[in-house]
Every structure is written in structure tokens, then in C-alpha cells.
């Protein structure tokens, strides 16, 4: 299992140990809750303190260039492929 933010590892491991407690066939009324057991430990991520720590505002966004490196956009228009992402295509 994995996640793409900092914080998932805590749900990556809720996630096992409640798979780990399924096969085990833990009576339910005798597991941990460890979504209640992480957010103690952790903290609660879910209290809103106003703030999106991944908003981004319109005033920070600067355009795409790539003149600093002597392309343009059809230079690198194409598809390309990784093992893992598979097929990507940028287009104009």
C-alpha cells in the first residue's frame, strides 16, 4: 500500500491493520479501532482550520516556459511511455 500525500502512511497502516484483523477473523466487538487509536496519537486532521493546504491561489500561478532552455512547445509536443505511468501524450 502506499499514498501520495505525508500524512497516508497513517491510513495505509488503519488499512492494514484492519486487513490484518479480517483474516485473523477478530470478533469485531474485540478489535482496536485504529482509526480512533491513530487520530489520538496522531491527531485529527480532519478539524478545518479555515486554511486548504493544497489550494493554490491564482496570484502565485506563473505561465509555463520553457525558453530557458531554447524549446518550445512542439519540441516537446509527443508520446511518451514509463513502466510504470504507462503512456502519457502532451499535445498543443
Not at 491513530?38 to 496570484?59: C, I, L, M
Request: glycine share 6%; charged share 25%.
Amino acid at each position: 500500500m502506499f499514498g501520495n500525500l505525508e500524512t497516508s502512511s497513517c491510513a495505509e497502516r488503519i488499512l492494514s491493520y484492519t486487513l490484518v484483523d479480517e483474516l485473523l477473523s477478530v470478533p469485531k466487538a474485540e478489535r482496536v479501532d485504529w482509526a480512533t487509536l491513530f487520530r489520538q496519537k496522531y491527531g485529527n486532521d480532519e478539524e478545518d482550520d479555515g486554511v486548504d493546504d493544497y489550494a493554490t491561489s491564482s496570484d502565485h500561478v506563473r505561465p509555463q516556459t520553457l525558453d530557458a532552455l531554447g524549446v518550445t512547445m512542439a519540441d516537446i509536443a509527443g508520446t511518451y511511455h514509463n513502466a510504470g505511468y504507462k503512456i502519457l501524450v502532451l499535445e498543443i
